[in-house]
């Protein structure tokens, strides 16, 4: 049976419009593309961000950089993917191959990407395509609903546990738990570090409790700094008062001052969270106390392709809320209330 000429999308043809369903063209892969029937995409921040104009995506565009499913073509240059396989596509799709940091390696800072989502169009639809270097396997013990998360959220996560360079044994923090924050203690567990779970609803505390791989410890944002540093230190002993780093997954600016206090001297903050206003943080914690602050984007498919065995290898859990095609702009409302915790997806 062939496939179809159209399909269903949640297409953006206006900025800062409710979400809506439209009939567009199956796409056609390139001869270094994928087609992929997709099974699950994710919804996140950036969506919003993108919905909000920022940034400057050509309209129309079809929406979610988190997209798995089952490759239906193949390619004519492609290699090393068949069809019926199941494949994870990370939000980055493509690069110039011309810029500094193309040419040394560091493909995922070029300075004029293609993203799904936001440039090109992404995985709210029935079919995708997806440039082959940036497409991961997925095992067949890992359920696609779960996957798909994974290629931003997740592995937005495991990039900045990496990026904060603690050797195995130390200790981190996470903050934020959230879409990423749930997600992220559990994996920081599975790398063998002593974990933090920090957060401002004891609620959210509750749920990474729940899980196998558990936190070490859990503290409240809205706990006195010098109260928590106490606990993490008895609870998390190391030379130096506080934890070896912390990794903020979180837009809330009260997160900022809080995650560098309770960070030991000489320590590391890596940041994923993209607050409206920007950061804030008191030069005493930057200046005496030696905290140095790292910024991390997110992985690429070689971290991807680690981040897939840990999952399957320790068997993480995601709360995920599921939700159909035509019912995206109520997922987005229920977002924008506050209400909603883990990751959304969409299933198709």
Wanted: charged share 20%; net charge negative; proline share 5%.
């Amino acid at each position: 049976m062939g496939l179809p000429e159209t399909m269903q999308a949640i297409q953006i043809k206006e900025f800062n419009a409710p979400y809506a369903v439209s009939k567009v063209p199956v796409p056609k892969p390139k001869p270094n593309q994928l087609l992929i029937r997709i099974k699950a995409a994710g919804f996140c921040h950036t969506d919003l961000m993108a919905l909000n104009n920022e940034f400057n995506s050509p309209l129309p565009y079809i929406g979610s950089h988190e997209g798995a499913g089952v490759v239906v073509e193949v390619g004519s240059n492609v290699q090393g993917f068949a069809k019926g396989d199941h494949v994870g596509c990370i939000n980055f799709d493509s690069s110039c191959g011309e810029c500094p940091d193309c040419s040394t390696g560091r493909v995922i800072y070029c300075d004029r990407p293609q993203m799904k989502g936001l440039t090109i169009d992404g995985a709210w639809a029935e079919y995708m395509v997806a440039d082959a270097r940036t497409t991961v396997k997925i095992p067949e013990s890992v359920d696609l609903v779960t996957a798909a998360p994974l290629m931003c959220a997740g592995l937005s996560i495991y990039g900045g546990i990496k990026k904060a360079g603690v050797p195995p044994g130390g200790s981190i923090g996470i903050i934020g738990i959230g879409g990423l924050g749930h997600i992220g203690t559990q994996l920081a567990k599975a790398m063998g570090y002593k974990v933090a779970a920090v957060d401002i609803k004891q609620t959210s505390l509750d749920l990474v409790n729940s899980h196998r791989l558990k936190p070490d410890l859990s503290l409240l944002v809205t706990e006195d700094p010098k109260d928590a540093m106490a606990k993490a230190h008895s609870a998390i002993p190391g030379k130096f008062p506080g934890l070896d780093a912390t990794v903020l997954a979180t837009d809330q600016q009260s997160a900022f001052d809080f995650a560098a206090a309770i960070t030991r001297k000489h320590g590391t903050v890596v940041l994923l969270g993209q607050p409206d206003k920007g950061i804030s943080m008191s030069f005493y914690n930057m200046i005496f106390r030696d905290i140095k602050l790292v910024g991390s984007l997110i992985g690429d498919t070689s971290d991807a392709d680690e981040l897939m065995q840990l999952v399957d290898d320790h068997d993480i859990q995601l709360k995920i809320k599921t939700w159909r095609l035509d019912q995206a702009e109520e997922m987005r409302q229920e977002y924008l209330s506050g209400k909603s915790e883990g990751k959304n997806v969409i299933v198709l």
